[in-house]
């Protein structure tokens, strides 16, 4: 079975590296799928789901990804995300809370570098919700 190396880094340090056979990921242009021998590829994550599928189909990976880059090149899939959570570790009943407490937070800002900061928080919040819920 064909399959091709999927490796996951943040600024920190590697998170994951794993063989796949099928690699689903969300772009700033829209979704993807990689297989293996896929042509030399870069692309600007955005925040969503990835899903990683082991070569023989046993085995299916899902994660949530808050954005960052991805290269492909010679069978080597790597991304450097800027946040990578296991989709089942996604507490919808604390990411509405958090919600909620942002847009109260949000009302009472007036600085634009502030609410920045605070709509992009609120902006992972509601695409983790969407990530686990699809």
């Known amino acids: 079975m064909s ?21 689903r990921l969300r772009t700033s242009e829209g979704d993807i799928g990689i297989l293996p021998n896929h042509a030399p590829f870069v692309a600007e994550l955005s925040m969503g789901k990835m899903e ?14 808050s954005g960052g880059f991805l290269e492909i090149s010679n ?5 450097i ?5 296991p989709i ?25 570098e502030e609410k920045k900061k605070i709509q992009k928080k609120l902006k992972i919040s509601l695409a983790k919700i969407e990530a686990k819920n699809n």
Do not use: C, H, M
């Not at 996951?8 to 690699?23: D, F």
């Not at 189909?57 to 949530?64: A, I, P, S, T």
């Not at 069978?75 to 991304?79: G, K, R, V, Y």
């Not at 089942?88 to 937070?105: G, H, P, R, S, V």
């Open 81 to 85: 995300a800027d946040e990578i959570l």
């Open 3 to 23: 399959s091709f190396n999927v490796s996951v880094v943040t600024q920190v340090k590697k998170i994951l590296e794993q063989e796949a056979g099928y690699l």
């Open 52 to 65: 990683i599928e082991s070569p023989n189909k046993d085995r299916r990976d899902v994660y949530f990804l």
């Open 75 to 79: 069978n080597q899939a790597t991304i």
């Open 88 to 112: 089942e570790e996604i507490d919808i009943e604390n990411e509405q809370t958090q919600i909620e407490e942002l847009k109260k937070e949000l009302e009472k800002l007036e600085i634009d």
